[in-house]
C-alpha cells in the first residue's frame, strides 16, 4: 500500500503554526499572571532574535514553559489555526485511498489538535538533544513509519527545500505554494516534481 505524506507548516496549513502556539502560550503567561515564566520566555525570543542562541534551544525553553494542558490556550490556538487550513490539501488527503502520514518539525505538544491522524513530531518531552525532525531526522522517522506498517512512499506534499531528502525520496514530490528559492533550486539541479493543483 502507498504511503502519503504531508508536511504542516507551509503546506497543511498556510502559516508558522509554532509561531502561532508561542504567541498563544505568552498571552495566556501573562493572562494567568506567570510573570516568570512569561519574562523567561520573551527573554528567549530575545536572545534568539539576536542570534544569540539556536532556534532549537528557544523552541525547547519557549514550549517547556507553556501549558500544553491549559484548555483556553488549545481554544486560542485552534481558533488562529482554523483560517489558516489549506482545505484543498485536505480534501485531496482525505479522498486518498492510501495512507496518509503528518510529518513535521513541529512541537509534537499541539500536533494532535490539527491532525487527527498519523504523525511525526518533534518530541519535547525526554529530547534533552532537542533533536528535531526535521531534514534527514524527518526522512528518517517516515521511513522508520513506513517500514513498521509495511507501506511504501509515494506522494510527498511540502512547500519548502529544507525537506529536500524526502523530496530525493519520494516517488511523487508535490510542491505546495513554494517559495522562489525552492522551485529554482529544484531546477537547478533537475530535481524532478510537481506543483498542487488547487
Not at 526522512?139 to 513498521?148: D, I, K, N, P
Request: positive net charge; hydrophobic residues 40%; charged residues 30%.
Amino acid at each position: 500500500m502507498n504511503l502519503t505524506v504531508t508536511d504542516l507548516d507551509g503546506t497543511l496549513v498556510r502559516c508558522n503554526t509554532l509561531h502561532v502556539y508561542i504567541r498563544c502560550g505568552v498571552r495566556r503567561m501573562y493572562a494567568c499572571k506567570k510573570y516568570l515564566s512569561l519574562v523567561k520566555a520573551l527573554t528567549l525570543m530575545a536572545l534568539r532574535r539576536l542570534k544569540i542562541i539556536s532556534h532549537a534551544r528557544m523552541k525547547f525553553g519557549v514550549c517547556r514553559l507553556i501549558d500544553y494542558h491549559d484548555i483556553e490556550l488549545r481554544r486560542m490556538f485552534e481558533n488562529e489555526i482554523k483560517p489558516n487550513v489549506n482545505t484543498a490539501l485536505v480534501d485531496v488527503l482525505q479522498k486518498n485511498e492510501g495512507h496518509v502520514l503528518l510529518a513535521t518539525a513541529a512541537p509534537d505538544v499541539y500536533v494532535p489538535w490539527i491532525w487527527k491522524g498519523d504523525y511525526v513530531a518533534t518530541r519535547m518531552d525526554g529530547n534533552y538533544s532537542r533533536l528535531e525532525c526535521r531534514g534527514e531526522e524527518k526522512l528518517r522517522r517516515v521511513e522508520e513509519f513506513a517500514t513498521a506498517a509495511g507501506l511504501s512512499l509515494c506522494t510527498f506534499y511540502t512547500d519548502h527545500i529544507d525537506d529536500l531528502p524526502l523530496i530525493l525520496r519520494s516517488d511523487d514530490p508535490v510542491l505546495v505554494n513554494p517559495d522562489k528559492s525552492t522551485e529554482e533550486y529544484l531546477r537547478r539541479n533537475c530535481i524532478r516534481f510537481r506543483y498542487f493543483d488547487a
